[in-house]
């Protein structure tokens, strides 16, 4: 009996992914546990492994292909002994309705492979109106249109008439490329899920181009990380009350610990078995922070404040064109060279995108530090469900008065929080800010 490989679910609220990869072609042995294909979701890519041993049959979905809705079949695996050329293609369950039948004096060798069709914008207003396939539309003469998902992905991304271009693909079928090299039309939804990417000037797409010239500028198409970043920081600076406290801290008793730490490391294979960074020590500040001023630690629902018994610490990541947030989980319990590994681990799987959903999901609060940059002091949005972020400037050497009343010299660093105002108050964020800056300043009080 045939054995159906479907596209998994990687997050609880995962409802589609792009199969970026096959490692595997039809007509190749395969056991249970081997990797088969690369997904794509908004921000990771992901291995597939093959759920039972057998000879792979079918691959039902093409490489490349956006949009693959969970579950839906995208292999079928042959068991020993079972002809794989005898095996029918599953329907898949995930497609809005099936790709149309090519004509009888079509090639089947070169007829569409099947898609996954997308939900029109009407259908999913509920309007009832029947949509159009993934791989198929009308013209208006009547006649068919045959793309790519990819290229009326972005014909929706640039507001191209699909019906104006001409493919340049197998049996005129409209390509990736005959998009790109089409001029914008009328003006479609930004995004395959209903949802229009928001434009900061209000203007439309076409609006904007018209105020530059052709050949002074190149367009990169939205991915799905970039709309995702999009959506989630416009809904909180949108719904989000936010205000902002700035701590000034001093950092010479922190370096100098820090100094005295690495210089201890054991060595391990010829090299230090560790190296904390100044950032490794405000994660754990902004850890015992929390758990000093519990009732910051929280995030904020419609009908409830969920207040968290540990502090689990966000670390913002640079990445290509976009940015992560891995966890710290129960930063409070970790030593600093724990912190370290991980937030170095996390953010190297998180540049390659190879980071699990659960390792980025959640948390409490998150830590953005631009200091590296030179950056003396900034404010950061606030990322939902966290109700507060810290932003963190670089340390700058100053003049200061002492406590005995003289001048000297101190490095200052200057600590930026956005708090989340529906879920905590003026006061308790200045507690918070407060308690931060004590543990930056008195550093021996994290390591007892």
């Known amino acids: ?13 995962m409802e589609e992914g792009n199969l970026a990869k096959w490692l595997v072609k039809e007509g190749d ?13 908004d921000k990771a890519t992901m291995e597939v492994e093959a759920v039972d041993e057998g000879v792979v049959a079918k691959l039902m979905v093409p490489a490349g292909t956006e949009g693959v809705k969970v579950n839906a079949v995208i292999a079928v695996l042959a068991e020993e002994g079972e002809d794989a050329s005898d095996i029918d293609a599953p329907q898949n369950a995930a497609t809005e309705k ?18 996954i069709a997308e939900k ?4 999913a207003k509920g309007h009832g109106k029947p949509d159009v396939s993934a791989t198929s539309a009308k013209r208006a003469d009547g006649e068919r249109i045959f793309a790519t998902p990819l290229a009326r992905r972005i014909a929706e991304q ?11 693909g197998p049996r005129g079928r409209i390509v990736k490329a005959d998009v790109e090299n089409a001029q914008p039309g009328a003006a479609t939804k930004a995004a395959a899920s209903g949802q229009t990417v928001s ?6 797409d076409d609006q904007v181009l018209a105020l530059y010239d052709a050949d002074a500028y190149e367009k990169k198409p939205h991915d799905g990380m970039r709309k995702v970043i999009a959506e989630r920081l416009t809904e909180s600076a949108q719904t989000i009350p936010s205000y902002f406290v700035t701590m000034e801290c001093e950092l010479d008793a922190l370096l100098a610990l820090r100094a005295q730490i690495n210089a201890g490391a054991p060595d391990v294979d010829g090299k230090p078995a560790f190296k904390i960074s100044v950032n490794d020590f405000i ?8 758990q000093a001023v519990p009732m910051s630690n929280v995030s904020w629902t419609s009908t409830d404040r969920i207040y968290h018994k540990h502090s689990d610490v966000g670390v913002a990541v640079a990445v290509e064109d976009g940015l992560f947030t891995p966890i710290v989980r129960k930063a409070e319990t970790k030593s600093l060279s724990v912190i370290s590994a991980e937030v170095k681990d996390m953010a190297g799987r998180a540049r390659s995108k190879k980071l699990k959903p659960e390792e980025y999901q959640g948390g409490s609060t998150a830590v953005s530090n631009l200091g590296m940059f030179g950056v003396r002091e900034f404010t950061s949005i606030i990322n939902p469900p966290h109700a507060s972020i810290v932003s963190i400037g670089a340390g700058e050497k100053k003049a200061v008065v002492k406590s005995d009343g003289t001048i000297g010299a101190a490095t200052l660093m200057a600590a930026t929080f956005a708090f989340d105002h529906r879920a905590i108050d003026g006061a308790l964020g ?10 930056i300043e008195n550093p021996t009080a994290m390591l007892v």
Do not use: C, Q, W
């Open 1 to 13: 009996m045939s054995v159906n490989i479907t596209m998994p679910a990687l997050s609880p609220t």
């Open 283 to 290: 994660v754990k500040a902004m850890a015992h922070a929390l």
């Open 98 to 115: 099936p790709a149309e039948t090519p004509h009888a004096d079509d090639d089947p060798k070169t007829a569409p492979a099947p898609v």
């Open 29 to 41: 042995t395969v056991s249970a546990g081997d990797v088969i294909a690369e997904i794509e979701t």
């Open 120 to 123: 029109s914008a009407n259908d």
């Open 430 to 439: 200045a507690e918070l800010a407060s308690a931060f800056k004590r543990y």
């Open 199 to 204: 434009r900061a000037s209000g203007m439309s």
């Open 158 to 168: 640039k507001g191209v008439d699909l019906a104006s271009i001409s493919g340049s």
